[in-house]
């Protein structure tokens, strides 16, 4: 059984920083590109940033130079480490693996999400 779970969420200032872990188990966590997703009440979720076998790295225009994902394969888990972070920034943040095959199967496991609340 797949499971996905987040976790570092919590209540941070204005320009302060948090850092997001997700931790995957019952995959084969090295070949899933991981992703972190926000939604913010009202709003459509979205993509924050996600990290492919390799380590390549991609993130939305409003998290680039501020987070930082990365992969640890031997422990099965990603880290968001966030900075300079927004009342914007408040959303329930979500952690998914995603396997999409040769054969065009995909796989897309989500976590239950974390909560990050920026006061200003």
């Known amino acids: 059984q797949v499971q996905v779970v987040e976790s570092g969420g919590g209540l941070v200032q204005f320009g302060g920083s948090l850092s997001l872990s997700c931790t995957a188990s019952g995959l084969n966590f090295k070949s899933y590109t991981i992703s972190w997703y926000r939604q913010a009440p009202g709003k459509e979720r979205e993509l924050v940033a996600s990290i492919v076998t390799g380590g390549n790295t991609n993130y939305a225009a409003s998290a680039a130079g501020r987070f930082t994902i990365s992969r640890d394969d031997v422990k099965n888990t990603v880290d968001l480490q966030m900075r300079k972070l927004k009342p914007e920034d408040t959303a329930l943040y979500y952690c998914?693996?995603?396997?999409?095959?040769?054969?065009?199967?995909?796989?897309?496991?989500w976590g239950q999400g974390t909560q990050v609340t920026v006061s200003s």
């Open positions: 998914n693996a995603r396997l999409v095959t040769g054969w065009g199967q995909t796989w897309d496991y």
